[in-house]
């Protein structure tokens, strides 16, 4: 294997999906895996697709996915195979590795230069640490079952996404530790429960900030237009600002509601009226002609793909993303189609004398790493508040011209003149950050950006290529003033490829990945997952840079690193492709059902509660006939009493958890999951960390508040050697400030 973790030596012993996605994140960087398959072998072998739908465990498409490129060991080689290996990969119930007779201490003795990721659902700690769960019911504790259709029970995101989601974490958390100056045994300790709950925008700092203005403290807008029938299918057409409402309106010849946003947001009898008129007028035109309108006047819209649409989508086709299926070592390759690698990588200059990288005893993982962040919004600035937590020096730029439009996610223009400052989901994803303003339109600005660019080790950006390309920001620039800089770029659909010059934001990567298809009620439309793109992007993009600066270190060569956001939404999307490449079928919206499962979301005594509840399906059942008898059940009893009843008998339940629930989980406080800091503005709130505990290392997981607009102007300035007089010239130019412009 060629790629910037060659060398690196992994072993798992996994199953499913989780633990197998990690490790085959490691396989797309270069590392050398073998998978350990634990006594009886891994379930995924028996789940499929199957060509023909004819049970083949050598011939299981989704295990072939997850497996690709890996060599398959017997259980009996394992001991061998750790001594030998950097990273050992388990996603088994707490207890079982010990229970295999590789305790820390077996394993200190075979490898005590070992990184241990383990995986598991709630964690290797605290209360919840033996709960039996499924990926139904962590989605329900952690608030990815979301409610579609008030006279409807809450829905689960299909196509087991979640389980990828966590997967990637955990790759995540292995390369951070390998960081680490240890001569111990490093465990990284991933919770699923935990890993889902970052994904969401941070539903717990919303419903605070809601009851605090008296507000409903789980009131949510529907997005706008969302996913709306066309002649020939599905399209998701999503404003994210004022200005794209006032676009669509003008697109559909309905100026009259440009004004009623917000009512139709929030479910008014507007609403009614506005869906009565446009949906006819959508109907009549195809997806393509929508989409290729949309985009003309830089409205987000995109197809809702499925397994065989997104296989037709020309820009995924032009990249080529979608790759031959098989896998070597684990039986017959299979005739199908499967996501490619979520992360391209491309060499750059090599640097003559780059210093060899020194790990200090007790440092966080990235101390001494300077970042440059041009982020916007979510996935960027996900990346680098995760790097400054473990170490890294963050400096984000704005302008006060056109400050990062997620600081007005959230926030509301009564709160005052600062409300800006007030968005709860702009402060949890700047964490750990400085904030300077510049003006790059201005020629001072641009050469002060580039003079930051030049002493920056990563530069990190998620906006529309053009962007940064026309401010002589781009890669090749950056590497003409830094040779061995490492560059991220996130574009939502790739720097290549008819669409290249794309608007789009989570919703519609969710809906051209096929996220969106797989999740809603098996007779209704497509929902969106509504959040976890930007983030599992994030956490995509921070995998593979952290194998760009392993690579680095040895070599001395920077890397331009892309991760086109719809392609990770496909990664994590994989199995309806593969069944339909390999099937001919095109998997439907299953509601909260799954293949092997009798389960479902049930009413409860207590009004809006409801609980997630699965058990093994052991014989055809009618699962009507089921659903009717678990609710006449639950509808007596309370949420709370459910969960402990059920759990006695080793069942795995939860109630659906709400974001002005989330403060109040013991299990989170028991891992130290929440993390109290101080806003300058609005004071202390309790920030979400990471969902992994690495030990030894950092006790705490986040290092200060997010900053001010323009809060580190002065200082950051100052390094670069200007004067105060420069410094007063800047702002009465507009170039720096710390207030947007016409506020």
Same mark, same amino acid.
Request: net charge negative; aromatic share 8%.
């Given at each position: ?30 590392? #050398? ?25 050598? +011939? ?68 919840? +640490?033996?709960?039996?769960? @499924? ?25 087991? $996404? ?57 009131? +949510? ?6 996913? /709306? ?6 399209? &998701? ?21 440009? #004004?009623?946003?917000?009512? $139709? ?33 830089? =409205? ?46 491309? !060499?750059?200059?090599? @640097? ?9 005893? &007790? ?16 996935? &960027?600035?996900?990346? @680098? ?8 020096? =963050?400096? !984000?730029?704005?302008?006060? %011209? ?13 709160? *005052? ?9 702009? %402060?949890?994803?700047?964490?750990? !950050? !400085? ?15 580039? +003079? ?5 080790? /990563? ?52 809906? @051209? *990945? ?28 921070? /995998? ?18 892309? /991760? ?84 006695? %008998? ?8 709400? &974001? ?50 323009? %809060? ?32």
């Amino acid at each position: 294997m060629t790629g910037p973790l060659a060398g690196l030596h992994v072993v798992e012993i996994t199953r499913e999906i989780s633990g197998p996605y990690a490790a085959k994140l490691f396989v797309d960087l270069g590392a #050398e895996v073998t998978k350990i398959e634990p006594p009886g072998g891994d379930p995924l072998r028996h789940w499929g697709p199957f060509p023909g739908g004819v049970v083949d465990p050598d +011939r299981s498409g989704l295990f072939q996915y997850l497996n690709a490129g890996k060599r398959i060991a017997a259980f009996e080689d394992a001991r061998e195979l750790i001594a030998g290996a950097r990273v050992l990969v388990e996603n088994f119930p707490p207890g079982s590795l010990e229970g295999w007779g590789f305790d820390r201490d077996a394993l200190r003795g075979l490898n005590p230069n070992l990184v241990l990721l383990r995986i598991s659902a709630f964690g290797q700690s605290g209360p919840w +640490r033996d709960r039996p769960a @499924t990926s139904l019911t962590l989605q329900a504790a952690s608030g990815w079952v979301s409610a579609r259709d008030p006279d409807r029970p809450p829905v689960q995101v299909g196509a087991r $996404i979640a389980e990828y989601v966590a997967g990637a974490y955990g790759a995540l958390g292995a390369l951070t530790a390998l960081r680490s100056a240890s001569d111990d045994v490093v465990q990284v300790d991933v919770s699923e429960f935990e890993a889902l709950l970052s994904t969401l925008p941070y539903p717990m700092l919303m419903a605070e900030k809601m009851l605090s203005l008296g507000l409903p403290a789980n009131a +949510r807008g529907a997005p706008m237009l969302g996913v /709306v029938r066309a002649a020939d299918g599905w399209v &998701g057409i999503n404003c994210l600002t004022g200005q794209h409402w006032l676009d669509v309106c003008a697109m559909l010849g309905l100026p009259e509601f440009g #004004e009623q946003q917000i009512p $139709i947001m929030l479910g008014g009898p507007e609403r009614a009226e506005f869906y009565a008129r446009a949906e006819p007028l959508l109907a009549e035109q195809t997806v393509a002609e929508i989409v290729d309108l949309s985009q003309a006047l830089r =409205i987000p819209a995109t197809p809702v793909n499925d397994g065989a649409t997104v296989l037709e989508c020309p820009q995924y086709a032009k990249r080529e993303f979608f790759v031959a299926g098989g896998c070597g070592g684990s039986g017959t390759a299979g005739g199908f189609q499967r996501p490619g690698s979520p992360f391209r990588l491309t !060499k750059g200059p090599v @640097t003559q004398h780059h210093p060899a990288s020194t790990r200090t005893p &007790g440092a966080r993982p990235f101390a001494g790493l300077n970042v440059l962040d041009l982020s916007t919004f979510w996935a &960027g600035a996900y990346l @680098t508040c995760y790097l400054g937590a473990f170490g890294a020096e =963050i400096l !984000k730029v704005e302008s006060i %011209q056109r400050p990062d439009g997620f600081r007005y996610s959230g926030a509301f223009p009564f709160e *005052g003149d600062d409300w800006y400052e007030r968005s709860g989901l702009w %402060q949890a994803t700047n964490l750990n !950050k !400085k904030d300077l303003t510049l003006d790059l339109t201005s020629r001072r600005g641009l050469e002060i950006a580039r +003079r930051l660019a030049a002493r920056a080790d /990563v530069v990190v950006e998620n906006f529309s290529p053009r962007v940064v390309e026309q401010f002589g920001l781009d890669y090749e620039s950056l590497a003409a003033l830094r040779p061995d800089v490492i560059m991220v770029r996130m574009p939502g659909f790739g720097l290549h490829g008819p669409w290249r010059d794309y608007v789009g934001w989570a919703l519609n990567f969710e809906q @051209t *990945g096929g996220m969106s298809a797989v999740t809603g009620y098996a007779d209704g439309p497509p929902c969106n997952p509504q959040g976890p793109a930007d983030p599992v992007v994030g956490v995509h993009a921070a /995998v593979a840079l952290l194998a760009a600066l392993e690579h680095r270190s040895r070599t001395g060569e920077g890397q331009l690193i892309e /991760v086109a956001q719809i392609e990770v939404a496909a990664a994590v999307t994989a199995e309806p492709v593969i069944e339909y490449s390999m099937n001919g079928v095109v998997q439907t919206r299953e509601g909260n059902r799954r293949r092997g499962y009798l389960q479902g979301v049930y009413p409860t005594n207590e009004e809006g509660a409801w609980v997630a509840l699965s058990l093994p399906e052991e014989a055809e059942v009618d699962h009507d006939a089921f659903d009717a008898l678990v609710a006449a059940w639950t509808r007596t009893q309370s949420p709370e009493a459910i969960v402990e009843a059920l759990a006695v %008998q080793g069942i795995p339940a939860e109630r659906v958890i709400t &974001g002005d629930r989330m403060y109040e989980i013991a299990q989170l406080d028991a891992r130290g999951y929440y993390q109290e800091l101080v806003h300058p503005i609005t004071g202390p709130h309790r920030y979400p960390g990471w969902p992994f505990r690495i030990s030894p290392g950092p006790a705490r997981h986040h290092r200060g508040a997010a900053p001010t607009l323009g %809060q580190h102007n002065d200082e950051i300035l100052r390094g670069l050697g200007l004067s105060d007089d420069e410094l007063a010239g800047l702002r009465a130019a507009r170039v720096t400030g710390d207030r947007p412009l016409g506020s």
